[in-house]
């Protein structure tokens, strides 16, 4: 049995899975919000048996919280608790830019697409949204832009006459109100943006992509963009396993 986790500034997702890959159960909760008497619960309401437990494995951009629950793990086995860049991944991906300078969420969302063959582009609708540039098993560089929500509660909590908003699909460009206003101009702005985004990377590059969405938004933008591209929620997972086989 393996633990695979995601730590991310909102949400940290963590996955139970058997030796054969296949996930047992998906357990979320808020990264900044954790503690041992919770944590506690959350592995005591899975029914979770840590003697069979064989691989820990984590890519974390909270690394307050990855100690916590890296030192929670501790108490319960003596398997060690591995955080993605601190294994030696360069039988994976070859890294173009300062490694120190990508999350390894990223460098985790990267491995899992990587064939060798294709480039790719990852787009991530995240706390930010960030662009990942795959050439072959080269990580070549990213963009990172303000997360929707982030952008959308941050308007909110400035701007005193503007409610706290849901995006939605919109078909009008022009509101004909406060909400329907900023909902055009939060949806039709990050239709545009990345568009335009990864036409800049395609002109860059010189090179043609397969765009890849995940995250919380994904399924807004996946028929609302001009660019073609294909969905997947379980980019991180798939890369957790992949990388999970480097840990003897």
Do not use: H
Not at 216 to 230: A, D, H, Q, Y
């Amino acid at each position: 049995m393996y633990i695979l986790g995601d730590i991310g500034n909102t949400e940290t997702k963590i996955w139970l899975v058997s030796k054969k890959n296949k996930i047992i159960k998906k357990i979320n909760f808020s990264s900044k919000e954790i503690t041992n008497n919770k944590l506690s619960k959350i592995f005591n309401k899975s029914n979770f048996k840590f003697k069979y437990l064989e691989k820990i494995l984590f890519c974390s951009v909270v690394p307050q919280t990855f100690n916590l629950i890296k030192k929670f793990l501790s108490k319960k086995t003596i398997r060690k608790c591995y955080e993605v860049k601190n294994l030696n991944l360069k039988s994976l991906i070859k890294v173009k830019v300062d490694y120190k300078q990508v999350g390894s969420d990223r460098i985790t969302n990267a491995i899992s697409l990587m064939n060798g063959k294709n480039n790719f582009i990852i787009l991530d609708f995240g706390t930010a949204t960030t662009f990942d540039v795959l050439v072959k098993k080269i990580y070549y560089g990213g963009i990172i832009a303000p997360g929707i929500k982030l952008s959308l509660n941050s308007l909110s909590d400035r701007a005193t006459l503007i409610p706290k908003i849901n995006l939605k699909k919109i078909t009008k460009v022009i509101g004909n109100n406060t909400i329907s206003a900023v909902r055009s101009g939060f949806f039709w702005g990050y239709a545009g943006l990345i568009d335009n985004i990864i036409n800049l990377i395609k002109k860059e590059t010189g090179k043609t992509f397969k765009v890849v969405i995940t995250g919380g938004f994904s399924g807004l933008f996946k028929n609302s963009i001009k660019t073609k591209v294909s969905q997947n929620q379980d980019i991180t997972i798939k890369g957790l396993i992949k990388i999970s086989r480097l840990i003897k």
